[in-house]
């Protein structure tokens, strides 16, 4: 379905959303009607009206270890907003938050049941008090209370519930996914039920879609170099990043192999986008 141009948007913003959206295979680019043009911008200014303690959940198991995409984008985010004067927290549950418990603020969060993981919830947000909650790539509950991942397997007992920081905090939130079963995706929930995937109900203020969540993460940095007229892409390498969590566990998501790729792309699609990003961001 052709996007509408909302004439209130610059070129810039919609161009930023082709680009994260493009190589589309899971459907988000047929979804993309129902999420308001501009988002990337939106969420970039919503980043940068809340300065501060900002939790960024992050993490999606895959057959006992967790999937590079998401936490490339989520450490990538981490380093631009740490250099930009905030305060970055991981909150995530074992494996990667062991992995990213070395070297980078982090919450672990402990996989219990929902009920029991709403007191762990409320303390973490007393004890925080975030002005910013962001999710990238993380699953999202489902009506049934359960989480699926893309092959409609159930999850549940592999996750924290990391939803509830969504439900229960009094700050903004953002949620970056890809496929329609992760943390946000409530807010366009008629439109991704209609794709084959078991979508969640858990909302956000600002949901961002692309094709591969860290490309949402990469649009949002695009959008953040607008704003600030400063080129944020230079804070972080993600060829660094990706060896970082390979080597320490991490798998393609689609494939399952221990390699330096996201969701079946080879590294070097996602480093083109970039490439394509910054250059929008610099004119």
Not at 198 to 203: A, G, I, K, Q, R
């Amino acid at each position: 379905m052709p996007v509408k141009k909302d004439n209130s948007m610059k070129d810039g913003d919609i161009s930023i959303e082709d680009i994260i959206l493009s190589h589309g295979a899971r459907g988000m680019e047929r979804v993309r009607s129902a999420v308001p043009v501009g988002y990337c911008t939106r969420a970039a200014k919503l980043i940068l009206a809340n300065k501060g303690r900002t939790l960024i959940g992050t993490g999606f198991p895959v057959g006992g270890s967790f999937e590079t995409d998401g936490p490339i984008g989520a450490i990538a985010l981490y380093r631009v907003l740490e250099r930009l004067g905030y305060e970055p927290i991981f909150g995530c549950a074992p494996p990667i938050s062991k992995v990213l418990g070395d070297g980078f603020r982090t919450l672990e969060v402990p996989i219990r049941t929902w009920q029991a993981t709403v007191e762990i919830v409320d303390k973490a947000l007393a004890g925080i008090r975030p002005s910013l909650i962001i999710s990238i790539e993380r699953p999202g509950v489902t009506r049934d209370g359960r989480y699926y991942n893309m092959h409609g397997e159930d999850i549940s007992d592999a996750l924290a519930k990391f939803d509830l920081f969504f439900n229960r905090c009094e700050c903004a939130t953002i949620a970056v996914g890809d496929g329609g079963n992760e943390i946000g995706m409530g807010n366009i929930y008629d439109e991704v039920s209609r794709l084959d995937i078991t979508p969640s109900v858990t909302t956000c203020d600002e949901l961002v879609i692309a094709t591969v969540s860290n490309w949402g993460v990469y649009g949002m940095i695009a959008a953040m170099s607008c704003e600030l007229h400063r080129d944020l892409f230079r804070l972080f390498d993600p060829v660094e990043i990706v060896r970082h969590l390979v080597d320490r566990g991490a798998v393609d998501g689609k494939t399952g192999y221990a390699e330096c790729s996201e969701d079946g792309f080879p590294l070097a699609v996602g480093l083109t986008l970039i490439a394509r990003l910054r250059e929008l961001a610099a004119g």
